[in-house]
């Protein structure tokens, strides 16, 4: 994360990059749409668009498995994508890169595979306060099958980690951390360097959460030196239901599978099974073979612009966001910490964030509100929800000013 170079290179041309994303040339309730809940999910370019296209125009079979030469094409297709994201985050090894359903899949793979192979009656799980529901519930899930106990590190008024939380919680004891990069509710860039290097002195393993990292800064897995690391494609311009876990070679060799059927396996008999090497032992049954192949389109889409121009340019439409916000009368910005990404929460004095969030996609703004899957978040600052808007580096400044003039709408319609 703190690899962002942020003088931003003038040859990118941010209007033609936005404008590879038809999504956006429509009109929605009658109003140009601007689309500001690209934390939930992000838009796909028309060559992504396309790749899926073409792969089911003329490319499809099922994968790994067949001899004839549509099957070994799609297969290659589809592992091109594995190469793709090695690359992207600088992961040593092919093999340690595990195709899964999404970030919550990934997870749910580490928590149920290593945890029913390591955790016993007393060790501990630290999670923090601020993990979406998929950095808690795997855990709360293991734990009660294991008799491991779960840990919460707690957070500031501003909604960053309170390190000292931290180390008072990490002890021998703890087996795993498992926190999140960057917050989706609040936006923080959690100092996991520092998590990570802490976790292992007192050996304990580290899964991050860089559902909300990944699609907007150079991510170097081997720099960071997490055990695990898991992500969505569809939260960086691929499709729905296909995602990543990074986990380290030695350790997910060591890992039982997670599901059991065709492709994971080596031999079968009634008597006894043995596993297909990595990565396939955590891959069991017919994958999401076009959504894998469309995600490596939007790798490459991702890289003719550059994560660092990404990065910068989102960085810079944050602060202008930041500034135009905090502007407005009666609008309270959930999440001030020092260290943010593209994700900014908000209130309106009197106005149910659900309110709010009707009347301004009335005007063609789409943001989200509630709890964004972390109510333990919510609880904290003692709020139902939240209004939030996430940007995206196809966002430009006239849909920050189309939010603005929204928000003062509804303020209005409100009284
Ligand atoms: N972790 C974080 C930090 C997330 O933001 C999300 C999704 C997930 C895990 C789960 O990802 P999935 O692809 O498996 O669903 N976040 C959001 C959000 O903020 N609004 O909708 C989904």
Redesign the pocket.
């Known amino acids: 994360m703190d690899k962002v170079n942020t003088d931003i290179p003038t040859k990118v041309n941010w209007e033609e990059v936005r404008a590879q994303f038809p999504v956006l040339r429509q009109k929605v309730n009658g109003k140009p749409l601007v689309y500001l809940?690209n934390?939930?999910?992000s838009q796909m370019p028309q060559s992504a668009i396309d790749r899926i296209d073409a792969y089911h125009s003329h490319e499809h079979a099922n994968v790994h498995r067949g001899i004839h030469s549509l099957s070994q094409h799609a297969t290659d297709a589809y592992e091109a994508t594995r190469e793709k994201v090695r690359k992207l985050i600088n992961a040593r090894y092919l093999e340690e890169i595990i195709y899964t359903?999404?970030?919550?899949?990934?997870?749910n793979l580490v928590a149920s595979s290593y945890g029913r192979k390591y955790f016993r009656e007393g060790d501990e799980i630290l999670v923090s306060e601020m993990?979406?529901?998929?950095?808690i519930v795997p855990w709360q899930l293991i734990a009660e099958q294991t008799g491991a106990r779960l840990k919460v590190i707690q957070m500031n008024e501003h909604g960053e980690l309170i390190m000292d939380s931290f180390y008072q919680q990490l002890s021998e004891k703890t087996k795993m951390v498992a926190v999140?990069?960057?917050?989706?509710?609040l936006g923080t860039i959690n100092p996991i360097e520092e998590i990570i290097n802490a976790a292992h002195e007192k050996g304990a393993k580290v899964l991050i959460?860089?559902?909300?990292a990944v699609p907007h800064s150079v991510v170097d897995v081997q720099e960071l030196n997490a055990d695990f690391y898991?992500f969505?494609a569809?939260?960086m311009c691929g499709p729905?239901g296909f995602?990543i876990l990074y986990g380290k070679k030695e350790i997910l060799e060591e890992m039982p599978p997670y599901r059991g059927g065709g492709d994971m396996i080596d031999k079968v008999t009634f008597e006894k099974t043995t596993w297909n090497d990595l990565p396939f032992k955590f891959e069991a049954g017919t994958p999401p073979i076009a959504a894998g192949v469309g995600f490596g389109a939007g790798i490459d889409f991702l890289n003719s612009v550059g994560m660092d121009n990404i990065a910068a340019r989102e960085q810079e439409l944050v602060d202008y966001a930041t500034g135009k916000l905090s502007k407005i009368d009666g609008l309270t910005i959930v999440g001030t910490a020092e260290h943010k990404a593209s994700?900014i929460s908000f209130l309106l004095d009197g106005i149910h964030p659900t309110d709010a969030g009707t009347i301004l996609d009335k005007e063609g703004i789409a943001v989200?509100t509630g709890h964004?899957?972390?109510q333990p978040v919510m609880e904290h600052f003692k709020i139902p929800g939240t209004l939030?808007a996430?940007i995206s580096f196809y966002n430009n400044e006239d849909d920050i000013d189309r939010l603005v003039e929204a928000i003062e709408y509804t303020k209005e319609f409100f009284g």
Not at 131 to 135: I, K, W
Not at 180 to 185: D, K, M, P, Q, T
Not at 209 to 212: E, H, R, S
């Open positions: 809940d934390g939930a999910s359903t999404g970030t919550t899949d990934s997870i993990e979406h529901h998929a950095n999140v990069h960057v917050s989706n509710a959460d860089g559902a909300q898991a969505s569809h939260k729905t995602g994700v989200r964004h899957c972390a939030r996430s």
